[in-house]
């Protein structure tokens, strides 16, 4: 039998996503947010692109990149910034999987929820596997394909 979350298990994790959300903005100014594919997850008329709708999409929070925060109950509105184009963004705090900061010095990996409280969540590891280092964004050595922030966070090897 599979213990499944209940509603004070969901609500309570929810807290501490958003109270994770507004300690990473103020210590951090920008950090990363790794939201999983989640029925509501809505990223204006962008949407997940590539391979975003199977690993989820990374979004930078920021001064440059983010405006018009607005916590809520279940999720966090943001106007976020792709490429040239503002985007508004509603965020279920049930999609957040991963904080971290530029690097990555502090990881913080959590248990999502896609709406169906008797699926346990895939992805349960311990950050402890977490120190590889994620380059800016302008950097050689990121991962990128179309402007998209790709970081691997579970290869030990370099291709």
Known sequence: MM?????????ALREFKKQLFSVYWERFGTFYVHAMPHPDLKIGK???????????IILVIGPRAARDIRIEEEWVYAE???????????????????????????????????GKPDIPS??????????????????????????????????????
Do not use: C, H
Request: proline share 4%; glycine share 6%; net charge negative.
């Open 80 to 114: 976020l910034q792709f490429g040239y184009t503002w985007e508004e963004v509603f965020l279920p705090w049930d999609a957040i999987f991963r904080y971290f900061d530029k690097s990555q010095q502090t990881v913080t990996q959590m248990r999502i929820y896609l």
């Open 3 to 11: 213990d499944s979350p209940n509603l004070e298990d969901i609500q």
């Open 46 to 56: 962008r949407g997940l692109v590539g391979e975003e709708p199977e690993s989820g």
């Open 122 to 159: 895939q992805k349960e590891e311990v950050a402890s596997e977490t120190k590889e280092e994620v380059s800016d964004p302008g950097s050689k050595s990121s991962k990128r394909k179309d402007n998209v922030i790709q970081v691997d966070f579970g290869s030990k090897t370099k291709k």
